[in-house]
């Protein structure tokens, strides 16, 4: 029997939704200049002596409860709900409560009903007020992770949570800084890492609004008590010209498919009184346009006639106070708003519901069980259907992204190629950056076209713009990597890699995935014993990485270590029922303990999680040749060379098994083609020699 195939796995580079771009940031000439923009956060209690009736008001409102611990205080869900079925994947999702925690289950069933997989995540933090929907998030070494369910409010029941249903994540979806920036105020980050947080505050705070506070606090401890002058230690809002009062909003009530932030720009430094497009770039894909969202309150608002026409101009505190909740007051709420400029109109003398007839609640792209105020304020009887027209792949939100150099549009397409796997896109990002000429403001595009171009298998290509990348910034390790692994692709500058990688994770030990990847190359290398240490730390910072745990396993049954790499590698399939590479290597494992059965089921599993792999395929094929199963051992056989024609050891144990069941005209072309692929192959001449070829 051939060997069975020892299969790794690396780590690609991990691009962030939220990239860099070029811009300064200032504040438009007709607005007050805040003082306080570069104080210190101080957290809401500090709010409360000074101005306790919005502080309090403020508690009721969604954005207060936007993030928080799920405690026995707070459960509004049912933890007796029957449990979620997942078709695509075979999995079974429950909640359950236990041990005085919550949690949500993962299960799989095998035919005769009986459980045969199980892994539990424990229910930390809801994300989500509950007035429409509450999604759950669990940690683990300080990352944070959505969970499959969600709780629909409005309908009060379980069901998977929003995207889940097309791309099931299982425990594995970390919640991005760009998530965070708008569900929750700002956490203390771990540089370089996305979602991993040091500490995370509960919900949206007044600095949000209002910037941070210390310089305000401090005015005011020192005796500078409130005046008839305005105070600029802090933002109010309400001074802010018409533009920068909706930014305040805009910051997280505007839905584009693709947030790239500019040069210099992090994911939690907007404060307001700036301009939000000083801080993101923001464009919308073709398919996304004129579709209602969750968040798209600001550019369906911006459509309509009483936001266009109104003087001066309305804003979102024309219908909202965002100090006061305002979900039980009922529609005349909204009413006496629409009254103030709409009192003289004959046809609404009922006034019974302004906004449940011109701003419909519609179910929202991708969220299901719920729906949303559009806030496009229209006659719905009167619309025109859309106009049939193919508009182009993005579409740039502010001017100057369709005026200036074009490297936003750039960064834009690529970001929106790699999130949906489009090729095309893939392409004209490509070409879009090419187009840009060489530039120190082009540093992210260059490393975006350079991973875009080593995804595409043309890792010679990659190296020159990930050079550059790397040039206009060098510590940025997500570049190193992606520069080390177009090296290694490519087999090009072997002598800087391990120096490439090293640097990445002196700048941030804590990028598991990076480690990962200097752990294969390290083994490549043949320092088997570097490489386990890698893997072993990469297990201890990502614990629910299973590629880490498969990794770490297969060095081990490389290194002699069996005991522990069984170990090792049955983690992998708690955490992955489905790992077909780990099934295969832990067949391979048990064949050494002559645990031949045990290593037949393996074989079948992984074929099972992996029916078009050709080494899964094979492995099974020659288990079934080795146990006098040659019918079986031809049909799993046949699969793998069909699928991989030079795959010289499929072809071998096939040219075997047809030589045993005596099928000499088929043993022969299959020896046949196996000399094709190496002449010099014993077994195939003996094979052609004994059937008198």
Not at 41 to 60: A, I, L, N, P, R
Not at 271 to 286: T, W
Not at 422 to 429: F, L, P, R, Y
Not at 673 to 679: F, G, M, S, T, W
Request: hydrophobic content about 35%; some cysteine.
């Amino acid at each position: 029997m051939n060997p069975v195939k020892l299969m790794y796995t690396a780590l690609p580079w991990v691009c962030s939704l939220l990239l860099i771009a070029a811009c300064s940031s200032q504040n438009e000439s007709e607005s007050p200049v805040f003082t306080g923009l570069d104080s210190e956060y101080v957290g809401d209690v500090v709010c409360f002596d000074c101005h306790e009736s919005e502080w309090t008001g403020f508690q009721d409102h969604g954005m207060a409860r936007s993030f928080y611990p799920l405690t026995s205080d707070n459960v509004v869900e049912d933890f007796n709900a029957d449990p979620i079925w997942h078709e695509e994947s075979g999995f079974w999702y429950r909640v359950l409560e236990e041990d005085g925690a919550y949690w949500q289950e993962e299960y799989r069933l095998n035919d005769q009903g009986e459980r045969v997989h199980s892994l539990k995540r424990r229910m930390n933090f809801v994300i989500g007020s509950g007035n429409a929907a509450r999604t759950y998030v669990s940690e683990s070494n300080e990352r944070l992770y959505e969970l499959p369910l969600t709780w629909y409010s409005q309908t009060a029941q379980w069901d998977l949570s929003p995207g889940y249903s097309i791309a099931n994540k299982r425990f594995g979806r970390l919640i991005p800084d760009r998530c965070m920036a708008c569900h929750n105020s700002y956490p203390s980050t771990v540089e370089w890492v996305e979602g991993k947080y040091h500490e995370v505050p509960n919900g949206i705070s007044c600095e949000r609004c209002h910037g941070p506070g210390s310089a305000h606090v401090d005015l005011r401890l020192a005796g500078g008590g409130p005046t008839d002058d305005p105070d600029y230690s802090i933002v109010n809002p309400a001074r802010l010209t018409h533009d920068l009062q909706m930014d305040v909003c805009q910051q997280c009530h505007l839905h584009t498919s693709i947030s790239v932030l500019r040069d210099g720009r992090e994911p939690f430094d907007f404060r307001p009184s700036e301009r939000l497009q000083d801080h993101l770039a923001l464009f919308s894909a073709r398919d996304s346009v004129d579709r209602l969202d969750v968040i798209s309150h600001a550019e369906r608002l911006a459509q309509s006639a009483c936001y266009l026409a109104s003087t001066p101009q309305m804003t979102c505190t024309t219908c909202h106070n965002p100090h006061e909740a305002f979900r039980d007051k009922g529609p005349e709420y909204f009413n006496n708003t629409c009254i103030s400029c709409h009192e003289a109109v004959p046809e609404h003398e009922l006034r019974t519901d302004c906004a449940g007839c011109h701003m419909p609640k519609e179910v929202a792209d991708g969220t299901p069980h719920a729906t949303f105020t559009d806030h496009w304020i229209r006659i719905v009887e009167d619309e025109a259907p859309l106009a049939a027209h193919q508009s182009p792949l993005l579409t740039a939100y502010y001017d100057r992204d369709r005026t200036e150099s074009g490297k936003m549009e750039a960064i834009a397409t690529l970001v929106h190629a790699t999130q949906t796997s489009d090729v095309s896109a893939m392409e004209t990002g490509i070409g879009l950056v090419r187009s840009l000429g060489p530039s120190d403001t082009t540093g992210e595009a260059r490393f975006l076209m350079g991973v875009s171009l080593w995804r595409l298998g043309r890792s010679e290509e990659a190296i020159a713009p990930l050079e550059a990348a790397v040039a206009v910034r060098p510590n940025i390790p997500e570049r190193l990597n992606a520069l080390a692994q177009a090296y290694e692709s490519a087999n090009e500058k072997q002598d800087q890699i391990r120096g490439l990688y090293e640097r990445a994770l002196d700048i941030q030990p804590a990028l598991a995935d990076i480690r990962i990847n200097y752990g294969r190359y390290l083994e490549l290398e043949g320092d088997l014993a570097g490489a386990i240490a890698q893997y072993r730390r990469a297990v201890s910072e990502k614990p629910w990485l299973a590629h880490a745990h498969y990794n770490l396993g297969t060095a081990l049954l490389q290194n002699g270590e069996f005991a522990e790499a069984e170990a090792v590698l049955e983690q992998t399939l708690v955490l992955d029922p489905d790992h077909a590479d780990a099934l295969g290597n832990l067949g391979l494992f048990l064949l050494t303990e002559n645990r031949i059965q045990e290593a037949g089921e393996r074989f079948r599993q992984a074929v099972v999680s992996a029916p078009e792999n050709p080494i899964a395929l094979s492995n099974l094929g020659s288990w079934y040749f080795n146990t006098g199963d040659f019918e079986e051992a031809i049909t799993y056989l046949l699969r793998a060379v069909a699928i991989e024609p030079e795959y010289i050891g499929a072809w071998e144990n096939l040219a075997l098994s047809y030589a045993r069941m005596d099928r000499g005209v088929d043993a022969v072309r299959a020896a046949e083609r196996i000399a094709v692929l190496d002449p010099n192959n014993q077994m195939a001449q003996a094979i052609l020699d004994a059937f008198g070829t």
